[in-house]
């Protein structure tokens, strides 16, 4: 049997990285369903306790299938280590709560997922951890906005749903000059289109139930960063908080990393034509996709990730009522606030994914009520143009 350090190519790795095959020779990695583990003496759980001794003990601490994930998503994202969690929502929080303590201060760009924002608003400050909005777009903003108890910057580039860009490389410099932590969440390339900790970041969160699973079957999330970030800080707070994966999940997402990469090749260029057919609409005001030579990032896009998504969000003219009778008058497309699905996903973000945010917040995140967001997938392209053609 080969091991993982046979290989280093993205596609070997995705397929092969961190099976470890048991005695019965097993083809596809087997998903252990047992929580917890038999030590041969009172002796070896004594040592296994102890941290004298590796090995399993319990599976809200480790799991074999988990175990093989994490160290496959870990070679994929080029970090030592990686921890999964019950939802991506999990990591964020786990990310969090291990890393800060009361009165250190985040920077959080502006377009970040809707629950990140409420998280911090909402619970984070009743722990005395202070937060500020920045504009993922303007790098300077971030290193003026930087106090002294700032400890940590959080960002998702592309945006959801607008995808903006930040500019991994430059603001991993003013973390480090700061000595905080650039987190960064890599939901919408996922490692096959961008390797944030490639470009200087620090840590990096998954929602597993996007992309890497892709065929929208369970939720789940991922940390990868150092050894000493992920191991010794993060999971040592994971083993007494419990937000752990199951095996069961664990074993789809292994088998959705396996065609992660012909997935997003595919994702990506349904979404750059379906873009370039959406611009030239006489019904549509504005599109957003990274991959268009208009989008204000274009080059900065193409230099941190090697494919522009499988999202593209747009707004139709008109307001509210013109962007759900789009929605409405689909038949095929899922109305759906999930995304990163081989089915085409539909969303009015203003009104689901964003719509607990007050107006203003809304507002300077630029989610507007004419605005659409479709996560792109691997149906025929005609049959999708013709479905959003219904409403427009
Ligand atoms: C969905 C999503 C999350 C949250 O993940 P869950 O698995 O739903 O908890 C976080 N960030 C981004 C960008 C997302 O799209």
């Known amino acids: 049997m080969t091991d993982s350090s046979d290989y280093s190519d993205f596609a070997t790795l995705a397929v092969r990285a961190g099976q470890q095959r048991t005695a019965e020779g097993e083809h596809s990695e087997p998903i252990f369903t047992t929580s917890s583990y038999v030590f041969e003496s009172a002796e070896q759980a004594a040592r296994r306790f102890g941290n004298e001794e590796d090995g399993n003990i319990y599976s809200r601490f480790t799991n074999p299938t988990v175990r093989t994930f994490e160290q496959r998503l870990a070679a994929l994202e080029g970090g030592e280590s990686c921890l999964a969690t019950s939802s991506g929502m999990a990591a964020i929080m786990a990310t969090c709560m291990a890393l800060l303590k009361a009165g250190d201060h985040v920077l959080c760009s502006t377009s970040v997922f809707g629950s990140t924002t409420v998280l911090f608003n909402n619970y984070f400050v009743k722990f005395g951890v202070e937060v500020d909005y920045v504009d993922l777009a303007n790098t300077d903003d971030w290193a003026v906005a930087i106090k002294p108890n700032t400890k940590l910057l959080f960002l998702e580039t592309p945006s959801n749903p607008l995808t903006t860009i930040g500019d991994v490389r430059a603001l991993a410099s003013v973390a480090d000059e700061h000595q905080c932590l650039l987190v960064v969440d890599n939901c919408f390339c996922s490692p096959a289109l961008q390797q944030p900790l490639k470009l200087g970041a620090h840590v990096v969160i998954h929602s597993a139930t996007k992309f890497l699973d892709g065929q929208g079957r369970c939720v789940g999330g991922a940390i990868v960063g150092s050894t000493e970030i992920v191991e010794e800080k993060i999971l040592a707070w994971m083993r007494s908080a419990g937000a752990t994966m199951s095996p069961f999940n664990a074993w789809v997402f292994l088998k959705g990393l396996e065609t992660l990469k012909i997935r997003m090749a595919a994702h990506c260029a349904a979404a750059q034509e379906l873009a370039e057919w959406l611009v030239d609409l006489a019904q549509i005001e504005h599109v957003y996709y990274p991959g268009l030579e208009s989008h204000p990032q274009h080059k900065l896009a193409a230099s941190q990730q090697s494919g522009f998504g499988g999202i593209v969000s747009f707004e139709v003219k008109g307001k509210r009522t013109e962007a759900w009778n789009v929605i409405n008058n689909t038949r095929m497309l899922s109305i759906t606030a999930n995304l990163g699905d081989v089915k085409t996903t539909i969303t ?45």
């Open 348 to 392: 009015h973000p203003a009104s689901t994914t964003h719509g607990r945010l007050e107006p203003e917040q809304r507002a300077a995140a630029g989610i507007n009520e004419n605005l659409i967001r479709v996560a792109v997938g691997l149906e025929s392209l005609n049959d999708i143009k013709a479905d959003l053609l219904r409403g427009l």
